[in-house]
């Protein structure tokens, strides 16, 4: 069956690190999304991608970076970890941007900045 | 205020109860999504709708286009239907999805 997984599920940081959320699905999926969800907050959206050497920056993009070097994956890079990133983190999938397409989530990756 | 704007936020109800829970949303959209988020953290897509109403088992979900209102309902509850209940609304016909905060429902059995 197609999925869409995510590593590491749980991690510890230290506040300045550099840390890298992975994220591959098997859907082959054109879009691929990053969220983050918080308490009081709904899920919003860090990048995203419509296919191949496409990024683009979301809602709360700063100190979030992504690329995409193939259709599974889209790798979320932390460049210098803070506090303020703890969170949980959702990577989704969707087929196209068409609005007839369910999206897929992850599991999440919970991410804690000590 | 946002966007898309949930009631309630949390919902208690015993089970067998028939339960409903709202979404509204202020921008226009192509589509608006029905999540279920269970307390380990996935997140499911249980519906995808642009107009009139779906059923799956004992969900439906509704929507009214010109009232920017959508339900989701839940017949003869079950303490397993404990979960976050989320609605995204897509912005546009490729506009990316905007979340409600959603709401919280505990059924007990």
């Known amino acids: 069956d197609a999925e869409i997984t995510q590593s590491p599920r749980h991690k510890i940081t230290e506040t300045g690190r550099q840390v890298t959320l992975a994220c591959h699905q098997t859907?082959?999926?054109?879009?691929m999304f990053w969220y983050r969800q918080d308490l009081g907050h709904g899920l919003r959206l860090i990048h995203y991608s419509y296919g191949v050497h496409d990024t683009n920056k979301g809602e709360v993009s700063d100190g979030y970076s992504v690329s995409r070097s193939n259709t599974e994956d889209l790798p979320l890079t932390l460049e210098s970890a803070a506090s303020s990133q703890t969170s949980v983190y959702f990577c989704a999938s969707s087929r196209g941007t068409d609005s007839g397409n369910t999206i897929y989530f992850g599991e999440g990756s919970w991410l804690t900045v000590v | 205020k946002n966007e898309v704007e949930q009631s309630p936020q949390n919902l208690t109800a015993q089970e067998g109860e028939f339960i409903t829970i709202n979404c509204s949303y202020s921008?226009?959209?192509?589509?608006l999504h029905w999540l279920q988020q269970h307390p380990g953290g996935g997140i499911v897509s249980l519906f995808m709708?642009?107009?009139g109403k779906k059923k799956h088992g004992r969900l439906i979900a509704t929507i009214n286009i010109q009232e920017k209102h959508s339900s989701l309902h839940i017949t003869a509850s079950h303490p397993r239907d404990s979960a976050v209940y989320i609605c995204a609304a897509r912005r546009g016909s490729q506009g990316n999805l905007i979340f409600g905060k959603g709401t919280k429902l505990s059924v007990k059995p």
């Open positions: 921008v226009g959209i192509s589509a």
């Open positions: 859907w082959n999926h054109n879009n």
């Open positions: 709708l642009s107009s």
